[in-house]
């Protein structure tokens, strides 16, 4: 194997690695909610679950090597670099939509209330006699 290969390699893992990053997203995302130690716990298991299955794939997809070092060492760079990166541009643009989605729900709920406080028209009742002398 030649240096080139190595090479080729090398940055291949560290895609993975960046897809590795993008998976974490996606279920701290959707777990997010939930608080619990114990779901935190399975949250992390099936993300380095499913992290392996797709460093598997992409090794028979794209034919590696054996196991090496540095492959190991890209899957890890790639998955920092994300976090380290792409993650705070991804997190910015999540926070701006959960805040839009928030003052939507609030503008919303604060117009269902108005329409709960004013008067139905056609219901009021008539000046005058009681409805019992009627």
């Given at each position: 194997?030649?240096?080139?290969?190595?090479?080729?390699?090398?940055?291949?893992?560290?895609?993975?690695?960046?897809?590795?990053?993008?998976l974490y997203d996606v279920l701290y995302c959707a777990l997010y909610a939930f608080q619990?130690?114990?779901?935190?716990?399975a949250r992390d298991f099936c993300f380095f679950l499913v992290f392996s299955v797709l460093?598997?794939?992409?090794?028979?997809?794209?034919?590696?090597?054996?196991?090496?070092?540095?492959?190991?060492?890209?899957?890890?760079?790639?998955?920092?670099?994300?976090?380290?990166?792409?993650?705070?541009?991804?997190?910015?643009?999540?926070?701006?939509?959960?805040?839009?989605?928030?003052?939507?729900?609030?503008?919303?709920?604060?117009?269902?209330?108005?329409?709960?406080?004013?008067?139905?028209?056609?219901?009021?009742?008539?000046?005058?006699?009681?409805?019992?002398?009627?």
């Amino acid at each position: 194997m030649t240096d080139a290969d190595q090479i080729y390699i090398f940055l291949v893992c560290v895609a993975c690695g960046c897809a590795g990053g993008v998976l974490y997203d996606v279920l701290y995302c959707a777990l997010y909610a939930f608080q619990n130690k114990w779901v935190k716990i399975a949250r992390d298991f099936c993300f380095f679950l499913v992290f392996s299955v797709l460093f598997l794939y992409v090794s028979v997809l794209f034919e590696l090597p054996d196991f090496r070092l540095y492959s190991f060492i890209g899957c890890l760079g790639g998955l920092f670099l994300y976090l380290k990166s792409f993650h705070k541009i991804v997190a910015f643009f999540v926070k701006r939509l959960y805040n839009s989605i928030r003052l939507l729900r609030k503008d919303k709920k604060s117009c269902q209330k108005k329409e709960l406080s004013m008067p139905k028209k056609g219901r009021r009742k008539p000046k005058g006699l009681p409805s019992a002398q009627r």
